[in-house]
């Protein structure tokens, strides 16, 4: 934003002053009421003549000024002041005393009067009068803004300091620069391929919703959307649009926004965008209503402190993520795309025909070998099945207490394929009726928007049904301690050497055998057996 332009809009802290001028001198009151309000636009007076009066006018106005005579009728003007510092704290008090009376200013200055004036009979008295509301109204308003912004930070820390959840981080800013800064509206939107997606919004959901199609924003002319675009901050007001214009290339001069915004109630908008590591990555927008101030130098500070600080918050996140994430993420994916090999097969074999795979092997000349357990069928169906699909076919095959136990292999791409290929850990891969679900572990969750896409580009319906770090889950069990230190090939083969009945008397299957089911010598595949087995003895008898 350039310095003209901000300085086209800085804000007056006298915008719309109310003030409360109690005196039981009517005729003074109607001339000092209408002084003022000639002596600034910004003050709109209304009048009051007892005491009784005067506290009535100040609940229903709840002005930001009140200004009172020392003498009422049916009072002092210190019990008004009593009545509005127990209601509304240090709400700027004028109090009014006669010339000489300096008794009573020490008192009032005692009970916490914000000002005092000697009451004269010309129009010095108005002009003094002015300048003393200016005075104490600017001290006021500024003290408040200062407040907001100390809760506003001191929210963003704990805010930092208590999640982990990018979601959740940006819409508690949003909220925080609605609550506690005021802004009548805030969002957040991430800039993909120059398209503002939004991500998070507070106070303006109505004007957001109107102006997104297809999860995009539409309104092009919006100062948010160009601030995002042009990645610079940008501010433009409905009433100032000429004024802004004159800033030169950062203003914003549209009218498709004005008109929305007219709609919703805002005449301000302001963006800047947000950025990782110097890079670009989306944009904050703010909106303030006719009731506001526009922005100015000290607004344009905490919104590119507060860009950011949400900038720094992605890094921080996907940081303590990692660090929290005991070393891995775990997903369960489903795929209900009967080009996925175990997809197909249930399907074939009807409902409530489970598969359960607990490993894959990927040979040599690119085959994927599913070691699998079918439950309620026999050989000769899953032989059928598998003849009618694309994407497999039958090896070895035994019945197995209530179904069948064999070995699958297909040449196609599956999603162990994809998922390997992104550096994903294949736990377990189970299937029915149509639909695949192959449990993973990822070294951390920055690396699981990858996964799911590439599933998504190579397969429909893909559907990530569970999400959770390692210390999420329930306790492991025994046995799931115990696989811990295997390597990933000790475990691969230790399983299939179990599953396909090589510790069973008879063997189910010979250690030559299970070396040429993963390409690997006899000596190989026996010595991997062994140096598992040695590991789980090692814990099974607390061998240290």
């Known amino acids: 934003m350039s310095v003209d332009a901000r300085e086209e809009l800085e804000p007056s802290l006298l915008t719309e002053v109310d003030v409360l001028l109690v005196d039981d001198d009517e005729q003074w009151a109607r001339v000092t009421a209408r002084l003022l309000e000639a002596d600034d636009e910004a003050f709109a007076v209304e009048t009051a003549h007892s005491l009784a009066e005067g506290r009535r006018r100040f609940e229903e106005l709840d002005p930001d000024c009140l200004i009172c005579d020392y003498q009422l009728g049916d009072g002092t003007g210190l019990a008004l002041l009593e009545t509005v510092r127990e209601t509304a704290g240090r709400r700027p008090f004028i109090l009014v005393t006669g010339r000489g009376d300096e008794r ?13 004036i000697p009451k004269e009979r010309d129009d010095t008295d108005a002009t003094l009068l002015a300048n003393r509301i200016r005075n104490a109204v600017v001290s006021t308003r500024a003290r408040r803004q200062l407040d907001r912004e100390r809760r506003g930070k001191a929210a963003t820390l704990d805010v930092l300091a208590s999640t982990t959840n990018v979601a959740d981080l940006l819409g508690e800013f949003c909220r925080i620069l609605v609550d506690d800064h005021g802004y009548a509206g805030a969002w957040i939107g991430a800039v993909e391929d120059d398209e503002i997606v939004p991500q998070a919004v507070a106070g303006c959901e109505g004007y957001l919703d109107a102006g997104t199609a297809s999860g995009v924003v539409t309104v092009d002319d919006d100062p948010v959307v160009k601030a995002a675009l042009r990645d610079e901050p940008l501010a433009a007001s409905i009433a100032r649009v000429g004024k802004v214009d004159r800033s030169g290339p950062q203003a914003a001069t549209g009218v498709g926004w004005q008109q929305l915004a007219r709609d919703y109630g805002f005449v301000t908008a302001a963006g800047v965008p947000i950025r990782q590591d110097g890079i670009r990555i989306g944009v904050l927008g703010v909106y303030r209503s006719a009731g506001q101030s526009p922005l100015g130098e000290r607004q344009w500070k905490l919104l590119d402190d507060y860009a950011r600080i949400v900038g720094d918050a992605h890094r921080t996140a996907e940081l303590k993520r990692s660090l929290l994430s005991d070393q891995s993420v775990r997903l369960d994916i489903e795929i209900a795309d009967t080009t996925a090999p175990i997809a197909e097969l249930t399907a074939e074999l009807g409902r409530g025909i489970r598969a359960a795979v607990p490993s894959t092997i990927e040979q040599d000349d690119g085959t994927t070998l599913y070691l699998t357990r079918l439950s309620a069928v ?9 003849a009618a699909c694309d994407s497999v076919r039958v090896g070895e095959i035994a019945t197995d207490g209530d179904g069948v136990r064999c070995d699958l292999y297909s040449s196609v791409k599956t999603p162990e394929d994809v998922l390997a290929a992104h550096g994903a850990r294949i736990e377990r891969t189970t299937g029915s ?14 690396t699981v928007g990858t996964v799911t896409e590439a599933l998504r580009t190579a397969y429909n319906e893909v559907t990530v049904s569970t999400l959770w770090n390692q210390q999420d889950r329930e306790p492991a069990t025994a046995s799931t301690d115990r696989l811990e230190p295997l390597t990933d090939r000790q475990r691969t083969v230790l399983s299939h050497a179990y599953f396909d009945g090589y510790f069973e008397q008879p063997r189910g299957v010979s250690a030559t055998e299970l070396a040429e089911k993963f390409d690997l010598s006899r000596t190989t595949i026996t010595q991997h057996m062994r140096a598992a087995q040695r590991k789980l003895f090692d814990q099974l008898f607390d061998r240290r």
């Open 378 to 386: 026999d050989p000769e169906t899953v032989r059928a099945a598998a």
């Open 104 to 116: 009573v200013a020490s008192e009032a200055i005692g009970r916490g009067v914000t000002d005092y």
């Open 433 to 446: 009726d149509g639909t695949v679900t192959v449990s993973v572990s990822l070294s951390d969750h920055s």
